[in-house]
T-cell receptor, first 114, second 114 residues
Framework: GAGVSQSPSNKVTEKGKDVELRCDPISGHTALYWYRQSLGQGLEFLIYFQGNSAPDKSGLPSDRFSAERTGGSVSTLTIQRTQQEDSAVYLC????????????FGAGTRLSVL | SQQGEEDPQALSIQEGENATMNCSYK?????LQWYRQNSGRGLVHLILIRSNEREKHSGRLRVTLDTSKKSSSLLITASRAADTASYFC??????????????FGQGTILTVHP
């Protein structure tokens, strides 16, 4: 695609529910990143994919968070048993590959946990 | 955790004036980038400077890097109302898993008044 696409753009959920956030990177980009942006915490790295594998999951805040990538393309970030502190904008970015520093960001998914 | 500290946190200027934002970081880097974010959503890459460079220009943007002081500055000349946005520095660390993971500063909110 022309850019990084994320869906949904907004998600409102109730505490305790599971949510799935989707990212469709730029075609041909092998590296994919998830970040979280929240008030007071700025932009935090969550996880990095190279192809379908995730060499760095160090930013995932708890075991309620998981992510996968299939076909070297679309990635899904899943948050189980959502908590109010999970409310944030979740941003996905892609780059041409390992070690290529410039990242292209999607518009994000704004998650609100009530 | 955020490596970059940006200052000022907020900057308000008139159209036509120059805007200068500063960023400091803590660990060794191999590159530093500046990104812009409108309306709290996706980030857009502006400019990248490598650790062996001291200054770089792109249109109305000028970036400097002082690795001895672990600091960078972004200058926007002849600002326009359309430059109103949040600006973030992002560092890529040298060594370790040099796959392009970015660590972001807290950002500077720039408001340009017409």
């Amino acid at each position: 695609g022309a850019g990084v696409s994320q869906s949904p753009s907004n998600k409102v959920t109730e505490k305790g529910k599971d949510v799935e956030l989707r990212c469709d990177p730029i075609s041909g980009h092998t590296a994919l990143y998830w970040y979280r942006q929240s008030l007071g915490q700025g932009l935090e790295f969550l996880i990095y994919f190279q192809g379908n594998s995730a060499p760095d999951k160090s930013g995932l805040p708890s075991d309620r968070f998981s992510a996968e990538r299939t076909g070297g393309s679309v990635s899904t970030l899943t948050i189980q048993r959502t908590q109010q502190e999970d409310s944030a904008v979740y941003l996905c970015a892609s780059s041409l590959g390992r070690g290529i520093p410039i990242q292209y960001f999607g518009a994000g998914t704004r998650l609100s946990v009530l | 955790s955020q490596q970059g500290e940006e200052d000022p946190q907020a900057l308000s200027i008139q159209e036509g004036e120059n805007a200068t934002m500063n960023c400091s970081y803590k660990t060794s880097i191999n590159n530093l980038q500046w990104y812009r974010q409108n309306s709290g959503r996706g980030l857009v890459h502006l400019i990248l400077i490598r650790s062996n460079e001291r200054e770089k220009h792109s249109g109305r943007l000028r970036v400097t890097l002082d690795t001895s002081k672990k600091s960078s500055s972004l200058l926007i000349t002849a600002s326009r109302a359309a430059d109103t946005a949040s600006y973030f520095c992002a560092t890529g660390n040298a060594g370790g898993t040099s796959y392009g993971k970015l660590t972001f500063g807290q950002g500077t909110i720039l408001t340009v008044h017409p």
